[in-house]
């Protein structure tokens, strides 16, 4: 590495505030009458600071390229944000080494589970009509975001039932409607639901079945709206549900860079076969105490795991103890 390299690099770390804001999920996520982010500091050198429930698993999400999270507010705070990191970096054309991204995706994993009550502190990026909290495509650790449990398995939030005439108008186009909290006239369409868990009950789907499908469903009075499928194994293990079934997700935005008022989906990680509501139970109602690694069995894979930490502690003030 080069002198010079090594001084920008210097820089760009020094630059990074250690400043920590804490906000709303929803003043994170607000945006003006084009779909544009209000917040001044967002892509700055700030940090800022979300505390909610992890609503998903990355791998069930995104391919192993990329890891990506989202935690969703609690206590009104009626927004969800995306926590995002990726091997490769565009447009800084910056790429991990395979052992660097395993090292950061252990790290940011760091055995986190949906359902988890978790806070998270990072620099952010608007990025197709939302504000993710992310490296900024950098991989120097002075950008890495960090994420702290406050309590294990409280369990997803109870998906908010929604009807697609709320998100689409009469005209078919998006419902789009800057929120401002102060304000419940504005709490309604895309905008209001974004990075939320909803159900949309009563609709048939159709399109590409599979592993990171597109689909779309349909109401029985003919509104539309996009359907994403993750990488959840369910998606190659089930076939897919047919006639009037209910569909559990998160919504979604993934927006033309020239139009962040639209492109607003519901994303489906996983699908257990039940046939009549598209979505992964497990979690839904939380896990029982002895379901260590949260697959809702209790069997000795959770055994396994229990005795591979066999006295081992997370209390660093003994001079015995292991770093969990």
């Given at each position: 590495?080069?002198?010079?390299?090594?001084?920008?690099?210097?820089?760009?770390?020094?630059?990074?505030?250690?400043?920590?804001?804490?906000?709303?999920?929803?003043?994170?996520?607000?945006?003006?009458?084009?779909?544009?982010?209000?917040?001044?500091?967002?892509?700055?050198?700030?940090?800022?600071?979300?505390?909610?429930?992890?609503?998903?698993?990355?791998?069930?999400?995104?391919?192993?390229?990329?890891?990506?999270?989202?935690?969703?507010?609690?206590?009104?705070?009626?927004?969800?944000?995306?926590?995002?990191?990726?091997?490769?970096?565009?447009?800084?054309?910056?790429?991990?080494?395979?052992?660097?991204?395993?090292?950061?995706?252990?790290?940011?994993?760091?055995?986190?589970?949906?359902?988890?009550?978790?806070?998270?502190?990072?620099?952010?990026?608007?990025?197709?009509?939302?504000?993710?909290?992310?490296?900024?495509?950098?991989?120097?650790?002075?950008?890495?975001?960090?994420?702290?449990l406050?309590?294990?398995?409280?369990?997803?939030?109870?998906?908010?039932?929604?009807?697609?005439?709320m998100?689409?108008?009469?005209?078919?186009?998006?419902?789009?409607?800057?929120?401002?909290?102060?304000?419940?006239?504005?709490?309604?369409?895309?905008?209001?639901?974004q990075?939320?868990?909803?159900?949309?009950?009563?609709?048939?789907?159709?399109?590409?079945?599979?592993?990171?499908?597109?689909?779309?469903m349909?109401?029985?009075?003919?509104?539309?709206?996009?359907?994403?499928?993750?990488?959840?194994?369910?998606?190659?293990?089930?076939?897919?549900?047919?006639?009037?079934?209910?569909?559990?997700?998160?919504?979604?935005?993934?927006?033309?860079?020239?139009?962040?008022?639209i492109?607003?989906?519901?994303?489906?990680?996983?699908?257990?076969?039940?046939?009549?509501?598209?979505?992964?139970?497990?979690?839904?109602?939380?896990?029982?105490?002895?379901?260590?690694?949260?697959?809702?069995?209790?069997?000795?894979a959770?055994?396994?795991?229990?005795?591979?930490?066999?006295?081992?502690?997370?209390?660093?003030?003994?001079?015995?103890?292991?770093?969990?």
């Open positions: 590495m080069t002198k010079a390299v090594r001084f920008v690099l210097l820089a760009a770390m020094i630059s990074i505030t250690s400043i920590c804001s804490a906000i709303t999920h929803r003043s994170l996520q607000a945006v003006d009458e084009d779909g544009v982010y209000t917040n001044s500091d967002i892509q700055t050198s700030a940090k800022f600071t979300v505390e909610g429930i992890i609503l998903n698993k990355s791998e069930e999400m995104v391919d192993a390229q990329t890891w990506q999270i989202f935690i969703q507010g609690e206590n009104g705070d009626h927004a969800g944000t995306a926590v995002y990191m990726g091997k490769y970096n565009y447009p800084t054309g910056l790429l991990y080494s395979d052992a660097d991204w395993a090292g950061e995706v252990v790290r940011a994993n760091n055995r986190f589970q949906p359902g988890d009550r978790v806070r998270v502190t990072g620099l952010t990026w608007f990025y197709k009509g939302k504000t993710n909290i992310n490296e900024q495509h950098q991989i120097a650790p002075a950008y890495n975001f960090t994420i702290d406050i309590d294990p398995a409280v369990g997803l939030p109870e998906p908010e039932v929604i009807t697609l005439d998100v689409k108008k009469p005209t078919g186009d998006f419902n789009f409607v800057p929120v401002s909290e102060s304000d419940a006239a504005t709490h309604h369409g895309c905008e209001w639901y990075g939320v868990l909803v159900r949309i009950n009563d609709v048939n789907i159709s399109g590409t079945w599979g592993l990171n499908g597109t689909m779309t349909k109401d029985s009075a003919g509104r539309t709206f996009p359907l994403q499928l993750g990488f959840g194994s369910g998606f190659a293990k089930y076939p897919a549900p047919t006639g009037q079934i209910d569909v559990i997700g998160i919504f979604d935005q993934e927006s033309p860079a020239n139009n962040p008022t492109g607003y989906r519901i994303w489906v990680m996983n699908y257990d076969g039940n046939g009549s509501v598209l979505t992964d139970g497990c979690g839904l109602n939380g896990y029982h105490a002895g379901d260590i690694n949260k697959d809702c069995e209790v069997n000795f959770d055994f396994a795991e229990m005795a591979a930490n066999w006295l081992k502690c997370s209390n660093l003030s003994y001079n015995e103890c292991t770093n969990p």
